[in-house]
């Protein structure tokens, strides 16, 4: 099989995957698209690499997760006031992440490597060692990037001006 | 305590229901496919490249200490097509005249993409052109069919009335449908650098182009509305309104469709200047390394007033990579002065002077799909003019 028809029989299987990891990064349709493709355009010189990895699937997620960490051009999405959100939602911090607004403007704070670490981790079920692999990193790091992105956005949603006063009174919801 | 169990579960379970519920765009295989194999910037996701097209240029300023420092220029497209763009006549061939000339190199991995034409800074306290200060002259749009979807470029050239600055990354612009609905917003990123605001006075032109991606089944856009401040929202009314197109497919799609509305950047020159020539690169459409690449620039100065060659202009010329193609960033520049000598003392009105270039193409990476630029600058001062040449394939 050629590189051009090991190319399209890869994107035939991952593309959707690949698409739905750069989704989650960049929380815009068509910047994920374009992640996904230049990722793809850098890697096509060596596909054999690719090819011979033992899952070209993990190693074009990795490259792709890199690009994602290291590419400051890419902009950030233009989302929208996390308070401005909240105005007419009900004051629930667990309501506050089913929605996808809500949780691109939670995790917007955070750095690149936290959201890719938690994407990897919610999104994709690795566990650490796996996502320490894919970040190049100690899976002591990938701990403390988890950790403290969680506790980011916990800080972030009860900060908010409407957030519930109640909310350190609620218990596990049944 | 902020009930962190349930948080946390919450947040694992909407960022997975977000990743599988998204919608895959249609033909994501097909267009991803595309535009990795095709010898051309992937489809749908970078400008479109005409011939007569200003772009990307590198350019290498060799200072003493022999550190080469790297700046890629580029200079948005001129306009073909402008009313007062006739056909420049054609001249003889300056010949090549390689005293003078210095060649650098330059080798990185870093990701480097193109900068614009670098506009005369606005002072501190100018004032954002509106568009009551802007009229325009011309406008010329382009579609380029690639199977179920279209690259549609609009070029523009406006003169103004007034002093006052514009983004030189670019202007910002949305589209409309018949109805004067707005139908797409700006989405471009900001990678340029340089001045961010550009100086414009009193009967300067500004150059600039924008493109979008247009996705199966979209309508097509029939006005482009510009604004030359960055603030859309609720400026519709006072934007510069352009008619593109008549509704050439139903009115049958979605916002969706229509991607990315994309600035190409934005030159501000006058008439008579250097700024106001369009540099059309005629270069090989392969190249060998190590080899000698001879290539012609053709100046054209398509406007109504002269443009002098006295002083000399400065330029430089590379054969660089385009890093769209491919990871890394070669770069082999060589500055001088063109060979005024040899050439007439003045570009004329809706004329052209080319002249010959001859540069050494190095240890070119195999991989490189590397092109000709050209900038050209009056001494001692920023790049004025710039073109770029079509992408060459390297061979052993």
Not at chain 2, 95 to 110: F, I, L, N
Not at chain 2, 116 to 139: K, M
Not at chain 2, 206 to 222: L, N, V
Request: glycine residues 6%; hydrophobic residues 40%; charged residues 20%.
């Amino acid at each position: 099989m050629n590189d051009r028809d090991g190319l399209e029989a890869f994107l035939s299987a991952n593309a959707e995957p690949l698409f739905r990891t750069a989704y989650l990064l960049t929380r815009n349709s068509v910047e994920a698209e374009e992640l996904v493709q230049d990722t793809l355009v850098r890697l096509f010189p060596t596909w054999d690499k690719v090819m011979a990895a033992e899952s070209p699937l993990a190693y074009v997620r990795r490259s792709l997760t890199n690009r994602f960490i290291s590419d400051r051009r890419r902009a950030r999405n233009q989302d929208i006031s996390l308070s401005e959100h909240h105005q007419s939602r009900s004051p629930d911090v667990a309501e506050l992440v089913t929605d996808h607004q809500t949780l691109w403007q939670l995790m917007r704070p955070l750095s690149r490597r936290q959201q890719v670490a938690l994407v990897l981790r919610h999104f994709h079920g690795l566990a650490d060692i796996e996502i320490a692999e894919e970040l190049g990193c100690r899976t002591a790091t990938v701990r403390s990037l988890i950790s403290r992105g969680m506790a980011s956005m916990r800080s972030v949603a009860l900060q908010s001006p409407l957030a519930p006063p109640h909310a350190e009174s609620r218990g596990p919801r049944s | 305590m902020t009930d962190i169990p349930q948080f946390d579960a919450d947040f694992a379970r909407s960022l997975a229901a977000a990743g599988d519920t998204v919608s895959i765009p249609s033909g994501l295989v097909d267009r991803l496919a595309r535009g990795v194999l095709a010898p051309r910037p992937p489809v749908g996701r970078r400008p479109p490249e005409s011939p007569r097209s200003h772009w990307a240029l590198p350019l290498l300023a060799a200072a003493a200490t022999l550190v080469a420092v790297v700046t890629t220029v580029a200079v948005s497209a001129r306009l073909t097509g402008h009313p007062e763009q006739a056909r420049p006549g054609i001249s003889a061939v300056v010949p090549w005249d390689p005293a003078g000339t210095r060649v650098s190199s330059s080798t990185s991995t870093t990701s480097t993409y193109a900068l614009f034409a670098q506009n005369v800074p606005a002072p501190i306290g100018t004032r954002a052109c509106v568009a009551a200060d802007l009229a325009l002259v011309s406008s010329k749009s382009e579609v380029r069919s690639q199977g179920d979807s279209d690259d549609e470029t609009i070029s523009y050239l406006l003169r103004s009335r007034s002093t006052c600055s514009v983004n030189s990354r670019g202007l910002s612009g949305a589209l409309a449908d018949a109805q004067g609905h707005l139908i797409a917003r700006p989405t471009g990123r900001d990678f340029l650098t340089g001045p961010a605001t550009g100086l414009v006075r009193p009967g300067e032109l500004i150059s600039a182009s924008t493109w979008w991606y247009r996705g199966p089944g979209a309508a097509r856009p029939t006005r482009f509305l510009l604004f030359p401040t960055n603030s859309p929202a609720g400026l519709v009314r006072s934007a510069l309104s352009i008619t593109i197109f008549g509704n050439l497919r139903p009115d049958d799609c979605c916002e969706s469709s229509l991607l990315k509305v994309q600035s190409l950047g934005v030159s501000v020159f006058a008439e008579g200047s250097l700024g106001s020539l369009t540099i059309t690169i005629h270069s090989p459409l392969t190249v060998a390394r190590n080899t000698n690449v001879h290539f012609t620039a053709e100046l054209s100065n398509p406007f109504d007033k002269s443009v002098s060659l006295d002083p000399c202009p400065g330029f430089v010329a590379s054969i660089h990579t385009v890093l769209f193609y491919t990871g890394h960033f070669y770069l082999r520049s060589m500055t001088g002065r063109l060979n005024c000598a040899q050439a007439p003392a003045v570009i004329g009105a809706h004329s052209s002077v080319t002249f010959a270039f001859v540069l050494n193409s190095g240890q070119l990476p195999l991989d490189a799909h590397p092109k000709i630029s050209l900038s050209l600058m009056d001494p001692g001062q920023p790049v004025t003019s710039a073109g770029g040449g079509p992408i060459m394939n390297v061979v052993p």
